[in-house]
């Protein structure tokens, strides 16, 4: 029995889904019936989960809780050095924290259209309510109206609260923090790969990634696991480091994980740096389609015993 399990590691852009996981879902589900290979193929997109699990309530309340003290700090230092600006609104968001983490999930309501809550009910009041948070995007946003603002302004500003959120906690919790991508400076040059494999400390990754990494990966523990962690771009190849490891840790050798993606098929391509197969075993260019079906016929001749000798091999697809 073989699972194998598609990994979408943040960030990638959140309104436009990265399509990699749906093709290789696919692929692999007609290759188990054409095998016969007995397991499960799942997708897990975790770059929009993550995103979830920070932006809440409860993701909230644990941010501002651990940065309130340094963020007043900070703004001590900005308003020393007449950046007074910066001063204003990192107080600002300190001394408005309840009244974000009480509309955070209106304000992801409002632009994701849940199922559940629409945001409908609440738009008049986030858009016009004294009492509904402001930061410095929504409130320039606002200046350059020229006119009232309206509900049809509502998914506007709900999409600049959450970037005004995002630059709080890329400033006062993990610099490498952004919506559409994750630490991309340290993956534009890989030369050198110390650096990468050093932002693996960093806050998100540990305190909220690696929870929901957890939680992912649990129900395939104890099993034989094909893992492919899909990197598209530069900003998802810490995130992806990140999961490799934690899965070399949860897994040890009853893992193969292999890497694909744009990343991988451009910046990669040419790679010599060994200390990157200390996270992967194979690095899959292109589609790398008839690569999986060998290596799907293979593992099926193996016992449980050769599976785990095999995956310590280095494989470049």
Not at 24 to 46: H, I, M, N, Q
Not at 209 to 234: A, D, H, N, T, W
Not at 240 to 260: D, P, W, Y
């Amino acid at each position: 029995m073989l699972n194998t399990v598609i990994i979408q590691p943040p960030l990638v852009q959140l309104n436009t889904p990265y399509p990699s996981g749906a093709y290789l879902r696919a692929f692999f589900t007609s290759l188990y019936e054409e095998t016969k290979t007995e397991g499960v193929v799942e997708w897990l997109d975790l770059s929009n989960a993550l995103f979830h699990r920070i932006f809440c309530r409860s993701g909230l309340e644990f941010i501002f809780k651990k940065t309130a003290f340094l963020a007043l700090k900070k703004a001590d230092f900005f308003e020393r050095n007449g950046d007074d600006s910066s001063a204003f609104q990192l107080r600002r968001f300190v001394s408005s924290a309840e009244n974000w983490c009480r509309w955070i999930d209106t304000v992801i309501a409002i632009v994701c259209r849940s199922k559940n809550v629409s945001g409908r009910e609440f738009v008049h009041e986030f858009v016009r309510s004294a009492h509904s948070p402001r930061g410095n995007r929504m409130e320039q946003y606002l200046s350059g109206l020229h006119r009232d603002v309206t509900v049809d302004d509502s998914q506007i500003l709900a999409s600049l609260a959450l970037a005004d959120l995002a630059d709080y906690i890329s400033v006062v919790y993990d610099e490498s923090f952004s919506l559409i991508r994750y630490a991309e400076h340290l993956a534009v040059s890989t030369a050198d790969f110390s650096q990468a494999v050093a932002g693996l400390s960093s806050p998100v990754l540990n305190d909220f990634y690696k929870p929901l990494l957890q939680e992912k990966l649990r129900p395939f523990l104890g099993g034989r696991v094909l893992f492919c962690i899909s990197i598209p771009f530069p900003g998802t190849f810490e995130a992806a480091l990140f999961t490799a490891k934690e899965i070399r840790v949860q897994f040890g050798n009853k893992a193969i994980v292999s890497f694909g993606g744009g990343y991988v098929n451009t910046e990669l391509r040419t790679v010599k740096e060994a200390s990157l197969f200390d996270f992967c075993d194979i690095l899959s260019y292109d589609k790398g389609y008839g690569s999986y079906v060998d290596f799907l016929k293979m593992t099926a001749r193996l016992t449980e015993s050769s599976f785990i000798k095999s995956s310590t091999v280095l494989t470049v697809w």
